[in-house]
């Protein structure tokens, strides 16, 4: 006695075992983790290292390249970039998806503290992040006030807010935009000091040793304790101008009479605005694999308490957050999950025209979608994009088994046998058929499982999540349908009795007859054409043929890209000003930009951040998706010529990068360059390199990362001259760095908090190279103490410098950013790249691939890995079952047809193969066979009974039509919600819905007739007698 026998008997047994699937993945459910995607993002850690008044080429030679060669060998390191910028070196590295973040951050501090003894002693310890270098932030928040500047706004986020953020589980850092940070800047007078025959060094001792506060000890009485404090701290600007600088001849020199202290939060830097008011911005950045959903919920429950903090007059909102489209896009799919339950349940009642016989099937979906969230759960995985496009597409599958157990015992139930006979022979008849298919769709996903790298990722959870619900379907299909269909349906004579009491009873027998007149007709017409067919089986050959050839060809000539353009709701504007251009320049321009932002009907809020140097941006939030009509990617191609016409910045409108890549813009190509070379040389196959890439026709907004050679002055020291006045040589570095650049040898507390003391020139003497000559330093002649012009001892001269030096894999290089225009293929582009770059290139110099474009090229190899495994996989498990190697190959020639179904499909519809079309393709493989396998199980079981093979696929075909249909009308109205999706996210569904739809319309349509044409084909020289008389027949 099997499982089935058993459930029809036991009838609380079977209803007992499903509740418990369902309260498992209730409960489950509840605990499940929600992400916009599965954990597919690298481990990244970033080191920030300052050094204070360096070139990018000392931070290069004496800080990037000594812990570069420190880092490269650790374990689980998988690519290593950095950027050796002015006064600052910043690394990268990205490590294997299956490294652990912490411990890959020991790991590094590790490998840094063996060789910091190696680095010079004035460069900081080296920051590390658990984050790439330049992470954006993922959510902004603007402060702005009518009363309050925004030096005080940005004092007060310092001082009050940004220890509040950091400590929100997974924010890596927060960082603070525009209005400056408190210094108290000690600006001093050059000629007055030489006056006073005072140094800058002579001013800096004086700040270490006068601006104390310390700890003295304690006084100890006969009944306590008592502190002692020494109080020397200097706070205000009356104090530090007051301090004693040099004692001569009882005369005291202060500060006051050497140069100015004053209190101030200059930013050069940065400008921020938010829609028309001047704001601070608080950027908060997440660690690389943290999920952004819960920082943002964790940041919006916080967002009330922070707000009653703030000071009068002071106000803060949500500038940008990118969690919005990602909650929006995760809605809009249960709202798909919804939509396609309802049309699978009209098409089973429209096929199955009882309100008994559709409980059974339909009773399949909860059991099957709500067990699945228990696996997903025993399995690590979470509730997110993926895994609920695999229970939308479950919802057709997951009825399909119920639905031909249902039809098989239901066919019996109407020939005159009672419902529990029929049930057990019903079942008993088609239980192998529903294990072959179960089987051979988890069979699809099976080398899914076993893929590594993020697509193998973000395959695994979809593929075993929607192998898992069909498998749970499989199970009820074989326990708890049979069981449903022996205590709902009645006999044929019960169920036939005519009930016209009510209106509804008499519209419903009248729809009842006629559906059933036109079923009959179908299975008459398809019979009948099924047989014509047969006679001209080349010809269906070679139709399917040419149909899966031409599938082939638009596979290959369709655009290609890792995922769609979607509309996140964002626009972004980035702005790059000429170089050497300060803030002013900058933040006239970009209220222009903002300016052209502001007219766009469907913006909602703008965030303007200007910076020099480098990029400035505006971040726009655009309506939500069912307030506008315009998607975001028309609003940006209506951008394009206003922005191009502005002339003091190079500005790009975008979309805002993709979801599943990141960044703030829409690049799809990245380019990189290596080599050993001087950057010199660098430079120059760079811009030889720009122009083959403009040359290509492909690309749009092309960006390269080196920019132009900023002007350095170089001082050079005559030593002799220096010797014989008793100057160091490092005394003239540390002490121009310290009068131009400006140190801080100090700090002063101001409301608790410790604010940096700036030693440096008085502006007017820092503008240019002649104001140089003004610095004195002191020295010694004929055993004098004296002091000496800096002109007197060094050669100022001009060159140009570079303003930042890349590396990627540990090799100096230029990144090329770039836009595709419309109808160019990402795959194509890139090899067209690849060929061209290297015709201009010299030896010696590697062409890589950073961004999407890396990820493509890497994800591209493991697909086609995935579809041949997939099609192995299926064969060698059909082949067990059937114990045959002739009938799985039978089933498995309608997977062309169906694929090239779905490719017409995505052709007609503009789209492009992306990793959801590829995933629509994975999962066709798997629909498409079940049919194949109905026919071909029936076929045999025909053939066993006596039947002629061509009689018994003819009948097999007939008889399984009708479950054939529905259940393809099941999952093509389960996917067209998909298909044609609208709002958040729906740029991604639809791809995945048009492959469905299509390559099951056209799949099950070839299969009714292909399937049956090789099954004759293969067996012919068996079966020649049984042809003869097939033909013979037809004929008369």
């Not at 027998?509 to 179908?522: M, P």
């Not at 913006?603 to 998607?631: A, F, H, Q, Y």
């Amino acid at each position: 006695m099997n499982l089935t026998d058993i459930c029809i008997r036991r009838p609380v047994l079977s209803t007992v075992m499903s509740l418990v699937i369902i309260l498992l993945g209730i409960v489950t459910w509840t605990r499940l983790q929600v992400r916009q995607y599965p954990n597919v993002d690298e481990p990244k850690i970033s080191i920030i290292t300052q050094f204070e008044g360096a070139s990018p080429e000392i931070i290069e030679a004496q800080v990037t390249k000594p812990l570069e060669d420190a880092l490269s060998g650790i374990e689980g390191l998988y690519l290593m970039t950095s950027s050796s910028e002015v006064e600052e070196s910043r690394i990268t590295l990205v490590f294997e998806l299956n490294r652990s973040i912490e411990a890959a951050a020991n790991d590094v501090r590790d490998r840094i503290s063996r060789i910091r003894n190696k680095l010079p002693n004035d460069v900081s310890d080296p920051r590390i992040k658990k984050a790439d270098a330049d992470a954006f932030p993922f959510m902004y928040l603007a402060v702005y006030s009518d009363r309050h500047d925004t030096k005080d706004i940005a004092d007060y986020a310092r001082r009050f807010l940004e220890s509040q953020l950091e400590v929100i589980n997974g924010v890596s850092s927060v960082e603070i935009f525009g209005g400056g940070e408190y210094e108290m800047h000690i600006y001093l007078d050059p000629v007055k000091m030489a006056s006073y025959q005072i140094t800058a060094e002579d001013v800096a001792q004086s700040l270490k040793k006068q601006n104390i506060e310390k700890p003295a000890g304690r006084i100890i009485t006969k009944d306590r304790e008592i502190t002692v404090t020494t109080k020397a701290a200097l706070s205000t600007e009356k104090d530090f101008n007051n301090l004693i600088i040099f004692e001569r001849d009882g005369y005291l020199v202060r500060l006051e009479d050497i140069g100015e202290a004053k209190l101030d939060a200059i930013d050069t830097r940065s400008r921020v605005r938010f829609n028309d008011k001047n704001a601070v911005a608080i950027g908060l950045i997440k660690q690389s694999i943290a999920n952004p959903l819960d920082i943002a919920l964790a940041v919006k429950k916080q967002l009330p308490r922070l707000r009653e903090g703030l000071p009068r007059g002071m106000q803060m909102e949500v500038a940008n957050d990118k969690t919005v489209y990602i909650e929006r896009s995760i809605q809009e799919v249960y709202h798909t999950l919804f939509e396609a339950t309802i049309l699978v349940i009209l098409v089973i009642l429209a096929f199955l025209r009882s309100f008994r016989a559709i409980i059974i099937p339909i009773v399949t979906i909860p059991v099957s979608l709500i067990g699945a969230f228990a696996l997903m759960y025993w399995l690590g995985f979470t509730i997110n994009t993926l895994t609920l496009l695999a229970l939308v597409l479950a919802i057709g599958l997951v009825v399909d088994d119920a639905i031909i157990v249902l039809e098989n015992i239901y066919r019996h139930i109407e020939e005159g046998m009672h419902p529990v006979t029929a049930a057990f022979k019903g079942a008993r008849e088609i239980s192998f058929a529903v294990v072959a298919m179960t089987i051979t769709l988890a069979a699809v996903y099976a080398p899914i499982a076993l893929s590594t790298g993020q697509t193998g990722r973000l395959f695994t959870e979809f593929a075993l999540t929607l192998a898992g619900s069909v498998l749970i379907s499989g199970f009820v299909a074989l326990t708890l349908s049979p069981m449903m269909c022996s205590r709902l349906l009645k006999s044929h004579n019960v169920v036939k009795v005519n009930n016209e009491t009510n209106a509804f009873n008499k519209y419903w027998n009248v729809f009842e007859t006629k559906s059933e007149k036109v079923l009959v007709y179908i299975d008459t017409l398809y019979e009948s054409a099924l047989k014509r067919a047969l006679t001209k089986r080349w010809t269906i050959l070679a139709t399917g043929f040419v149909i899966a050839s031409l599938g082939y060809y638009l596979f290959k000539e369709m655009p290609s890209e890792l995922i769609p353009r979607e509309d996140q709701g964002i626009v972004n504007a980035r702005a790059i000003p000429p170089y050497g251009a300060n803030i002013d320049f900058t933040n006239k321009y970009m209220l222009q930009v903002d300016n052209i932002m502001k007219g766009i009907p469907e913006m909602e809020k703008r965030l303007t951040l200007v910076n020099v140097p480098g990029e400035s941006t505006i971040l726009g939030v655009l309506l939500p998706w069912e307030k506008r009509k315009r998607r975001s990617q028309e609003i940006v191609e209506g951008l394009r010529d206003p922005m191009y016409d502005i002339t003091g910045l190079s500005v790009s409108p975008s979309v805002g990068g993709k979801s599943l890549v990141g960044g703030l813009t829409d690049t799809p190509v990245e380019v990189v360059i290596e080599t050993t070379k001087t950057y010199k040389e660098l430079v120059e196959m760079a811009d030889g390199f720009m122009k083959t890439l403009h040359g290509l026709g492909a690309l749009q907004d092309i960006y390269a990362d080196y920019g132009a050679e900023g002007q350095e002055l170089v001082v050079t020291v005559d030593r002799d001259k220096a010797a014989s006045l008793g100057i160091d040589v490092s005394t003239v570095g540390e002490s121009l760095d310290t009068l131009i650049s400006g140190r801080s040898p100090s700090k002063f507390k101001r409301e608790n908090k410790l604010y940096n003391v700036k030693v440096w020139l008085e502006e007017d003497y820092r503008r240019s190279a002649d104001d140089l000559s003004m610095v004195f330093l002191r020295g010694s002649k004929d055993r004098k103490e004296t002091m000496v012009p800096l002109s007197e001892i060094v050669e100022i001269s001009k060159r140009l410098a570079p303003t930042a030096i890349s590396h990627f894999s540990g090799l100096r290089s230029v990144t090329f950013s770039a836009k595709l225009r419309d109808g160019f293929s990402l795959g194509n582009t890139l090899q067209l790249i690849k060929e061209q770059g290297y015709k201009v290139l010299p030896e010696g110099t590697r062409i890589d691939f950073a961004g999407e474009s890396r990820r493509y090229l890497e994800e591209s190899s493991n697909i086609l890995l995935i579809f041949g495994l997939a099609l192995i996989f299926i064969f060698l498990v059909l082949s067990a079952q059937y114990e045959s190697y002739i009938d799985p190959l039978i089933i498995l020639f309608s997977v062309p047809l169906s694929l090239a179904g779905g490719i017409f499909l995505l052709k007609l519809f503009g789209q492009t193969i992306n990793l959801y079309s590829q995933i629509g393709l994975i999962t066709l493989i798997g629909l498409i066979t079940k049919h194949g396998i109905l026919i071909v199980d029936f076929a045999n079981k025909l053939k066993a009974d006596g039947l002629s093979r061509i009689d018994a696929v003819v009948e097999a075909s007939r008889l399984r039509l009708r479950p054939i249909l529905m259940t393809t009308f099941a999952m093509v109205l389960g996917a067209v919600p998909l298909a044609f999706a609208s709002g958040a996210g729906a740029e991604s569904r639809r791809p995945i819905g048009l492959v469905i739809v299509g390559g099951m319309t056209l799949g099950t349509l070839f299969t009714l007739f292909v399937v049956p044409a090789i099954y004759t084909f293969l067996s012919r020289k068996k079966v020649a007698s049984d042809l003869s008389e097939f033909n013979e027949k037809n004929r008369q």
